[in-house]
Antibody, heavy 114, light 108 residues
Framework: QVQLQESGPGLVKPSETLSLTCTVS????????WSWIRQPPGGGLEWIGY???????YYNPSLKSRVTISVASSRNQFSLKLSSVTAADTAVYYC????????WGQGTLVTVSS | EIVLTQSPGILSLSPGERATLSCRAS???????LAWYQQKPGQAPRLLIY???SRATGIPDRFSGSGSGTDFTLTISGLEPEDFAVYYC?????????FGQGTKVEIK
């Protein structure tokens, strides 16, 4: 069974960069797309972007200028960086597999606050 | 960007009743790329339906999806206590991928 686990700081200061890593276990990162999605407290789901195992990326235009997704296939990990964060970026951040998101991490709450 | 509008926002039903959830798209969505998710409080969403009508692994057959073009439906044929949750539709055929705002199915 494929499992995903997000890791990274739970608190980020305004204007700084949010950095999260997703570790995939129980399966290879090869031959799939790997996605990041976020959900503000009490809100709905927002797709941030995804990366193919080969490194091709696709980002939500609303975040594109601030987002970088990268993959480390040898470690079965992929990562998210979101720069110049504000309070509006406070959310639970999920990693997931594929376009139809068949496996999800448990999510990690990132709060932007000084 | 394709906007997905779900209705109703809240559906109040009793266990055993049939639930019908709607997802309407602002542009045509390929059926191949329409999914439904269930989310319970404090949990990640769970994939129920992909390609508009295919059940994901382990999903009970009381969940079914249908539709094409701009109108899609998730039906729960007889609500079990564990089905009371929030449901989201998603299109993943056009970038950016988008989600509906969700329908909450609550106990009446």
């Amino acid at each position: 069974q494929v499992q995903l686990q997000e890791s990274g700081p739970g608190l980020v200061k305004p204007s700084e960069t949010l950095s999260l890593t997703c570790t995939v276990s129980g399966g290879s990162i090869t031959y799939y797309y790997w996605s990041w999605i976020r959900q503000p407290p009490g809100g709905g789901l927002e797709w941030i972007g995804y990366i193919y195992y080969s490194g091709n990326t696709y980002y939500n235009p609303s975040l594109k200028s601030r987002v970088t997704i990268s993959v480390a296939s040898s470690r079965n990990q992929f990562s998210l960086k979101l720069s110049s964060v504000t309070a509006a970026d406070t959310a639970v951040y999920y990693c997931a597999r594929g376009g139809n998101l068949d496996f999800w991490g448990q999510g990690t709450l990132v709060t932007v606050s000084s | 960007e394709i906007v997905l509008t779900q209705s109703p926002g809240i559906l109040s039903l009793s266990p055993g009743e049939r639930a019908t959830l709607s997802c309407r798209a602002s542009q045509t969505v390929s059926s191949t790329y329409l999914a439904w998710y269930q989310q319970k409080p404090g949990q990640a969403p769970r994939l129920l339906i992909y390609a508009a009508s295919s059940r994901a692994t382990g999903i009970p057959d009381r969940f079914s999806g249908s539709g094409s073009g701009t109108d899609f439906t998730l039906t729960i044929s007889g609500l079990e206590p564990e089905d009371f949750a929030v449901y989201y539709c998603q299109q993943y055929g056009s970038s950016p991928q988008t989600f509906g705002q969700g329908t909450k199915v609550e106990i009446k």
